[in-house]
C-alpha cells in the first residue's frame, strides 16, 4: 500500500524515510468500540502541496 504524506500528499516510504505515525479517530459507536484511521507525515519539512512531480512524469 502506498502511503501519502498528510501535510506535501507526497509518497512515503516509511522503511527508508524518517516519520511521524498519527492514528485519527474515524468512527465510533454507542458501545464506545472506536475504528482508527493510521496516517504518516514526513519528520523533515515538507515541500508545499501539489509540487512533488510524480515518478515517471519528469520533464525531458
Known amino acids: 500500500m502506498i502511503q501519502l504524506c498528510e ?3 507526497a509518497p512515503v516510504d516509511a522503511a ?6 498519527l492514528s485519527h479517530t474515524e ?3 454507542a ?4 475504528t482508527w484511521r493510521e496516517a ?3 519528520v ?3 515541500v508545499p502541496a501539489g509540487t512533488v512531480v510524480p515518478a515517471g ?3 525531458a
Open 57 to 59: 512524469r519528469w520533464a
Open 31 to 34: 458501545a464506545g468500540e472506536v
Open 44 to 46: 523533515e519539512a515538507c
Open 7 to 9: 501535510r506535501c500528499f
Open 27 to 29: 468512527s465510533a459507536d
Open 40 to 42: 504518516v507525515v514526513h
Open 16 to 21: 527508508t524515510e524518517r516519520v511521524y505515525r
